[in-house]
């Protein structure tokens, strides 16, 4: 299973990130009419006493080509925004990628995003952690990744 899984997340990222064809997303990545969705893992760029809790998994990050261009599609996690920020971006055919919110370069093994006129609810933020029973000092760190994030909105996608 986590062969299959890694598999999995290994075919939806090479297209997104070496530019090669998305034949073989057939065979491991549930579709999706004609996307094709894997797992990834989103990072916040923040400083070390924080990076123990700026991973999030990604479960929805699509890909599919129209027209000969890839495109991907995404949503960034609620625990960084609060509110829903859908990203849309398609291959410019160099490397990177370009969207109405965001701006990526992508090696074979990670895709870099710098974002622009994301919407932020730092109460929703909040209240999300809360229900989950996050509280104190921990609330506090946590926090902080959302105002680096709301700050400086760029990540990195990780294929796993």
Not at 10 to 19: R, S, Y
Not at 61 to 76: A, C, F, M, P, S
Not at 78 to 90: A, D, H, M
Request: hydrophobic residues 40%; neutral net charge; charged residues 30%.
């Amino acid at each position: 299973m986590k062969s299959l899984l890694i598999a999995s997340t290994f075919a939806l990222l090479m297209p997104l990130c070496a530019h090669s064809a998305p034949e073989n997303l057939h065979a491991y990545a549930a579709p999706l009419g004609d996307w094709k969705r894997s797992p990834s893992l989103y990072e916040v760029p923040v400083p070390d006493d924080l990076k123990d809790i700026a991973l999030f998994e990604i479960k929805d990050v699509r890909v599919r080509t129209r027209d000969g261009v890839e495109q991907i599609k995404y949503n960034l996690p609620l625990e960084l925004t609060g509110v829903e920020n859908r990203i849309r971006l398609s291959a410019n055919g160099d490397g990177t990628y370009s969207g109405a919110h965001a701006e990526a370069t992508c090696t074979e093994k990670t895709c870099s995003l710098k974002y622009r006129d994301l919407k932020f609810d730092e109460a929703a933020v909040r209240d999300l952690f809360k229900r989950r029973g996050i509280e104190g000092i921990e609330l506090d760190r946590r926090m902080a990744v959302f105002e680096h994030f709301s700050g400086d909105p760029a990540g990195i996608i990780h294929r796993r």
